[in-house]
């Protein structure tokens, strides 16, 4: 694939686009751009990741020409080229970009997870590297990890629910743990079905409670934070993810629409900016 860049892979999907608040108006406009740089980086190699045509050795191609980029061993990629340069600006440590890109590289690989304990060694490379990247930006003390690891956890979890059959068809890419769908008797087959199995519904409706489990754990995580406007933030994010996961554990998300419409979100925001404001 001479001349191919990891840009020929991209979905054209934007920070606006997420489940979550990505870089927002709430942060401080000095802290926005190299979240955003780190966000457009990880967009793009969860494109290649993602894309639909491409072949797995083409996609791993692309991953480590974005990697080399980013280790300053190439100029091929623009977008590992600004990251790279946004970082080396701030100081910034680039370990959470190259956890990213072995959770990219895992999305071309692995198809399966063995269990609970398997999805979420996938998250402390998926997501968590995300919140910890968020925290370095803005000097947080590095003791806020464990309860943004816990958050971001949840939200990567909450993703994959709410998109299971999609990923199941597009991609046959399955994140619901193999021993919960045997136990329940359910088998990824069950994924292409209009409704969830009862043993299905019943496999979602557990990784959901074990959601709310972390969510429970990155509850005191808002207030932790020093910078307010990103506690803020993170206020929303949690209460976003608590209704979410609720949700995941009464609906089938197979039938069900679980994503919020925009003035849900914003009644869920504003009841969790005051309920932060009052606590902080």
């Not at 990891?6 to 942060?27: I, R, T």
């Not at 045509?53 to 791993?60: E, N």
């Amino acid at each position: 694939m001479s001349g191919v860049t990891a840009a020929d892979f991209a979905s054209g999907k934007g920070h606006h686009d997420e489940n979550f608040p990505v870089a927002s108006f709430l942060l401080r406009p000095a802290h926005r751009a190299p979240i955003l740089a780190f966000y457009r980086f990880a967009r793009l190699a969860d494109d290649v990741a993602d894309h639909a045509s491409a072949k797995p050795a083409d996609k791993l191609a692309r991953l480590a020409a974005m990697e080399a980029t980013l280790l300053g061993r190439s100029e091929a990629e623009p977008e590992a080229r600004a990251l790279r340069e946004v970082m080396a600006e701030r100081g910034l440590d680039r370990r959470h970009a190259l956890d990213l890109l072995e959770a990219f590289r895992r999305d071309v690989t692995t198809l399966r997870y063995a269990d609970w304990t398997a999805l979420i060694d996938y998250c402390s490379v998926s997501a968590m590297p995300v919140g910890r990247f968020v925290l370095d930006v803005h000097g947080e003390d590095r003791a806020t990890w464990e309860a943004s690891d816990a958050l971001c956890a949840a939200l990567q979890i909450v993703n994959h629910l709410q998109d299971c059959g999609k990923d199941y068809r597009a991609l046959d890419r399955v994140y619901l743990p193999q021993d919960m769908l045997a136990a329940a008797g359910a088998t990824t087959d069950d994924l292409v079905a209009p409704h969830a199995s009862p043993g299905l519904r019943s496999v979602i409706a557990a990784m959901a409670e074990r959601t709310e489990g972390l969510l429970d754990r990155s509850a005191p995580f808002a207030r932790a934070i020093a910078d307010r406007r990103l506690g803020m933030e993170v206020a929303i994010i949690q209460r976003l993810a608590v209704d979410l996961a609720r949700r995941l554990r009464l609906r089938d998300p197979l039938a069900d629409r679980v994503h919020h419409g925009k003035a849900e979100a914003a009644m869920l925001a504003a009841g969790a900016v005051i309920h932060w404001l009052v606590a902080r």
